[in-house]
């Protein structure tokens, strides 16, 4: 896959090249964590996607290959930056699990917190508000943003160019921008800070429309922001 140097979010202007980063993945061999660690490869950072089992995430990995490594997930956490990539259901305990390892880290939360019935998909009711804030109250020393919650795995993992923003949710400014350059870093990708923590449940929720949309019209949908100027600069 090509090194990203020119960026759709900014009409084609070249950019300078991204910041190579270390980017952890937990839940690494499911298909959302393969699909964003081919693409963030892609765009020169260090990846070591993590699994509960070792050898799981090594195979993963050379499947992918741009360098991706595998590792256990607590290995994985010694990233500068950790996206969590597992099942709702999986959430709270895995997070509980690794609080130590993601001291000090960046974490990522991308878990949408969903039922599904014969009537669809549906938003999950979530007693800390959000998957992303039950993050935050579990991982005290850690720094939680979401984002990628809208990302469709099956276009990351496919070979086409993407075409979507992704909004992200933070709390503490320096780190919502980081995740938002690494966003930025993807080929097609453009990353848009849309609120506070408390503002994670709506984003997570929304991915159920995305998901019937998806299945009435048999697409991959994404979210564009309209409006914003050619730059993402959310510094203003
Ligand atoms: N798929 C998408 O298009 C998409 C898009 C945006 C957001 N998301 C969100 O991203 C998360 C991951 O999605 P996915 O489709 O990649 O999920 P997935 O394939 O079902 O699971 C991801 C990985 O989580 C690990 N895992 C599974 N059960 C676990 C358990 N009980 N405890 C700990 N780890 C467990 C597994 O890795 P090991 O067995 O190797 O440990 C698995 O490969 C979900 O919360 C989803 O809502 C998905």
Not at 182 to 207: C, F, P
């Amino acid at each position: 896959m090509q090194v990203m140097d020119e960026r759709v979010a900014t009409g084609g202007q070249r950019q300078p090249p991204p910041r190579p980063r270390s980017v952890g993945v937990i839940g690494g061999t499911g298909a959302l964590g393969r699909g964003l660690a081919v693409r963030l490869a892609a765009a020169g950072h260090s990846v070591r996607l993590g699994s509960r089992d070792f050898q799981r995430a090594r195979a993963a990995a050379e499947m992918l290959g741009e360098g991706v490594t595998g590792a256990s997930n607590v290995d994985a956490c010694d990233s500068e930056l950790v996206v969590f990539a597992v099942p709702w259901a999986a959430h709270e305990v895995t997070l509980a699990s690794l609080r130590d390892a993601l001291d000090g880290r960046i974490v990522i939360d991308c878990v949408n917190p969903l039922g599904f019935d014969e009537r669809g998909p549906f938003a999950l009711a979530v007693a800390d508000g959000s998957a992303t804030q039950q993050a935050d109250e579990l991982l005290a020393d850690s720094t939680v943003v979401g984002a990628f919650h809208h990302v469709s795995a099956e276009l990351l993992l496919a070979a086409g160019e993407l075409d979507a923003d992704v909004l992200v949710v933070g709390d503490d400014r320096p780190a919502v921008e980081q995740v938002i350059e690494l966003i930025d870093s993807i080929s097609g990708l453009r990353g848009v800070y849309a609120g506070r923590l408390r503002n994670a449940g709506q984003v997570e929720a929304l991915t159920a429309n995305l998901i019937a949309i998806n299945r009435r019209y048999r697409v991959q949908s994404g979210i564009r922001v309209t409006g914003l100027a050619a730059s993402s600069d959310s510094s203003q």
